[in-house]
């Protein structure tokens, strides 16, 4: 899966849960500056994400993801060690 792809998905899953435009989910947008998802929205957000590309986020380490590049390269690494 590409990093667009995975972009895509998680412009898709942000703007089914907190109504934000797709296209303002960049790589460079940070979740809650840039795109005002709070942590209970940010929580959905994880949730749908580890769905949709059938990869775990725990905790600690969905913390962590302050941008959309942040989640985009964990989905990345997450796929390429269950491959």
């Given at each position: 899966?590409?990093?667009?792809?995975?972009?895509?998905?998680?412009?898709?899953?942000?703007?089914?849960?907190?109504g934000v435009e797709a296209d303002r989910v960049t790589m460079d947008a940070a979740f809650q500056a840039d795109?005002?998802?709070?942590?209970?929205?940010?929580?959905?957000?994880?949730?749908?994400?580890?769905?949709?590309?059938?990869?775990?986020?725990?905790?600690?380490?969905?913390?962590?993801?302050?941008?959309?590049?942040?989640?985009?390269?964990?989905?990345?690494?997450?796929?390429?060690?269950?491959?």
């Amino acid at each position: 899966m590409t990093n667009e792809e995975i972009l895509a998905g998680l412009a898709d899953i942000v703007q089914e849960i907190t109504g934000v435009e797709a296209d303002r989910v960049t790589m460079d947008a940070a979740f809650q500056a840039d795109l005002d998802i709070d942590s209970l929205s940010m929580v959905e957000v994880v949730v749908a994400a580890e769905e949709r590309f059938e990869v775990r986020i725990p905790d600690d380490d969905a913390s962590g993801l302050v941008t959309v590049s942040d989640a985009v390269a964990y989905v990345q690494r997450s796929l390429a060690v269950s491959a």
